[in-house]
């Protein structure tokens, strides 16, 4: 099958003809359908993250399942599934008390001694976040995907497997806003937008999108965005502190930078929460004024929106059938996986929402 290799830090990956495994007992095979270009994969790209090269890409898709293992049950061949890099065993204290995120058990994954699910020339190939979308095929443990209606389109689907997931699961798992709360959401990418839908669908009473690219803000407001700051030309804590009456009750991060997470706190009004969804760059700090605690202001992380996605996911998909969820809107471009390399040049510029990688 063909995947995109990456091979090395910032240099162009070819298009080429790699192997991959089959099923063990409890993989499924997956044809790629649609895969997201989401800025972690940017973030190992660019080595701001580090990773075992070579390595396939690719962590936001959606497709068919083509083979099962023999103690699969959950999917059958034809199935449409949305992937998930949250993949769960099912029985560590994070899976049983509802984090399945957290969960880090190497059960889910191949061991060292066993075939690689993927390889080149008999040398192996790393799947990103055990997934590696940017191929034609996945081979992933049963507990990364989830199964989906099959009247959703698998180009919107697939932006469930991470930005939507991440953002709405943020807004409604994590930080749980409530009806009728202010929300402040720094950074309208896929993440973020998908943050401003969550709390639209939350019945948040103001939601407040900060971006410095223009086009990004106007693209805010069809996610539900009733106010939008553009910091590169205003101080965005100052804007929120103004429009919120003194800060907003939740703050989301979706950036990825110290200084931006450090707004998203020093936003919030007294007892309100932040939550950060960015990948801080390895290292860096984020400082905050020790004295703000008194007030009851809280920060947080949150990984993948805190979800239980074979749950969440068809839920999200329901939410889009019903007009809820603007996935449309999230489509910048359709590309071929051929385009690989300029997708991830345009999502420096911050210009795009997602492109969206279309396999044959
Ligand atoms: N925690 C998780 O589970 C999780 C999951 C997915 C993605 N992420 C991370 O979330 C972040 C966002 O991902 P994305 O794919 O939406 O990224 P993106 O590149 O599509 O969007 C980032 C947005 O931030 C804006 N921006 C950049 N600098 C800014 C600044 N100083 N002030 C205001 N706006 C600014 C850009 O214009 C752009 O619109 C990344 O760090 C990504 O790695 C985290
Ligand atoms: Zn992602
Ligand atoms: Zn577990």
């Known amino acids: 099958m063909k995947a995109a290799v990456f091979r090395e830090v910032n240099q162009p990956m070819e298009i080429e003809e790699v192997q991959v495994s089959k099923p063990g007992p409890r993989e499924v ?9 989401c800025h972690s994969d940017l973030h190992f790209f660019n080595g701001t993250y580090p990773g075992q090269l070579p390595m396939v890409l690719g962590h936001e898709s959606a497709g068919v399942v083509e083979q099962v293992g023999s103690d699969v049950h959950y999917v059958k061949p034809g199935d449409h599934v949305i992937t998930c890099l949250s993949v769960f065993c099912g029985h560590c204290e994070y899976c049983l008390t509802g984090r399945m995120t957290l969960c880090q058990e190497p059960e889910t994954k191949r061991r060292e001694e066993e075939e690689p699910r993927l390889s080149d020339a008999g040398k192996p190939l790393t799947q990103f976040a055990n997934l590696g979308s940017f191929a034609e095929h996945m081979l992933v443990h049963e ?9 959703m389109p698998l180009d919107r689907a697939a932006l469930i497997g991470c930005g939507v997931t ?64 553009n910091a590169k030309d205003t101080d965005a804590v100052e804007a929120v502190k103004e429009l919120t009456d003194g800060g907003a009750h939740y703050t989301f991060e979706a950036i990825g930078l110290k200084a931006t997470a450090e707004q998203a706190f020093n936003m919030l009004r007294n007892g309100g929460a932040a939550t950060i969804i960015g990948m801080i760059p390895p290292g860096d700090m984020v400082t905050l004024h020790g004295v703000e605690f008194l007030f009851e202001k809280k920060i947080q992380g949150s990984f993948m929106g805190s979800n239980r996605f074979r749950v969440d996911m068809p839920r999200f998909v329901d939410l889009y059938l019903q007009g809820k969820l603007h996935l449309d809107d999230m489509i910048s471009s359709h590309i071929r996986l051929a385009d690989i390399n300029d997708a991830m040049k345009q999502l420096e510029t911050g210009e795009i929402a997602r492109n969206v990688i279309m396999f044959e």
Do not use: M, Q
């Open 29 to 37: 095979l997956i044809r790629t359908v649609a895969a997201g270009v």
């Open 143 to 151: 507990h990364a995907v989830a199964k989906i209606r099959e009247d």
């Open 166 to 229: 991440t953002g709405v699961g943020a807004v409604i798992h994590t930080a749980r806003v409530e009806p009728g709360s202010t929300v402040a959401v720094i950074g309208c990418g896929g993440v973020g937008l998908s943050c401003i839908n969550g709390a639209a669908i939350a019945g948040a009473s103001r939601v407040i999108a900060v971006d410095t690219v223009p086009s990004k803000l106007e693209l805010a407001r069809k996610f539900g965005a009733t106010d939008v700051v």
